[in-house]
């Protein structure tokens, strides 16, 4: 496996960042080519990383564990999925923290399915519900069906989303990045979520940054607007969902997203 970053990370959501923060593993590379990626840099291959085998991660996050890290959190890692497995199955009878899957949402269900019992919380992405979109945005036309069959999986593993002692310890959080003239997917995005994952948590997010867009399309090329960002807000909160939201002042060029 090849891994940018290791280290506390303390910009998740509360229950996952906590007081000392989560102890995140940044795997290079990722599934998709999103245009505006504010991690290009390691999702992209920019930043070469280092090697790592099961065992040498393993070792790393009991590493983190005893740095006072409230997860392990593995970000972006299902594209080595076999040896994340094989990781996993050597560090997590020594960890008395949770296990933190960080996912694009762009993964197989059948790959999920893999992790049954190794993960603890799912923490993905649910990016579009038109195609159109995930094709222009993402190259990946069948990202909604890929994800939404994806998050199925992951909550059915974890059921009902649980905390102690204000941390995370069991269930899926599904986080929507409210993209520039997007809003209206993010709205079939909450509705989407309320009818067929209630058991999950929602944290909707107004970190996009334009000067991370490397596209051709204008329209990434602003924030988005209190108007754009309410209304998904909006619908979340009439349809009754818990979860989190972002302060407005979380876009900036330089990421530091406060929950």
């Given amino acids: 496996m090849r891994v940018a970053k290791i280290m506390l990370h303390r910009y998740e959501e509360p229950p996952i960042s906590g007081t000392k923060g989560s102890g995140a593993i940044f795997f290079c590379g990722c599934s998709l080519r999103c245009g505006y990626c504010q991690n290009a840099e390691i999702s992209r291959g920019k930043i070469a990383g280092e ?4 065992s040498r991660l393993a070792a790393a996050a009991l590493q983190l ?15 080595y999925l076999p040896r994340v497995k094989e990781f996993l199955s050597i560090a997590k009878p020594k960890l008395h923290i949770p296990v933190v899957y960080n996912s694009s949402g762009y993964e197989k269900a059948e790959a999920v399915r893999e992790l049954n019992g190794l993960v603890d919380i799912y923490l993905p992405d649910y990016k579009y519900v038109s195609a159109d979109a995930a094709q222009k945005y993402s ?3 069948d990202y909604p069906e890929i994800a939404e069959k994806a998050i199925a999986e992951m909550v059915a593993q974890t059921g009902e989303y649980k905390e102690k002692d204000g ?3 069991k269930g899926t959080v599904i986080r929507h990045l409210v993209l520039p003239s997007l809003s209206k997917d993010g709205v079939l995005i909450m509705q989407r979520i309320s009818a067929l994952f209630p058991a999950a948590r929602v944290s909707v997010m107004s970190q996009y940054t334009p000067s991370f867009n490397r596209t051709d399309y204008g ?10 960002y309410n209304r998904v ?11 989190f ?3 407005r002042d979380s876009a900036s060029d330089f990421y530091t997203p406060e929950f």
């Avoid at 564990?65 to 594209?79: F, K, P, R």
């Avoid at 807000?233 to 979860?243: C, F, H, T």
């Fill in 65 to 79: 564990q005893s740095a006072g890290a409230h997860n392990i959190n593995l970000i972006t890692a299902g594209h």
């Fill in 233 to 243: 807000l909006r619908a979340a909160q009439q349809l009754n969902l818990d979860g």
């Fill in 219 to 228: 329209e990434l090329n602003r924030k988005v607007t209190a108007m754009e």
């Fill in 245 to 247: 939201m972002q302060s």
């Fill in 51 to 54: 090697i790592y085998s099961p």
């Fill in 139 to 141: 190259a990946a036309a």
């Fill in 167 to 169: 941390l995370a310890v």
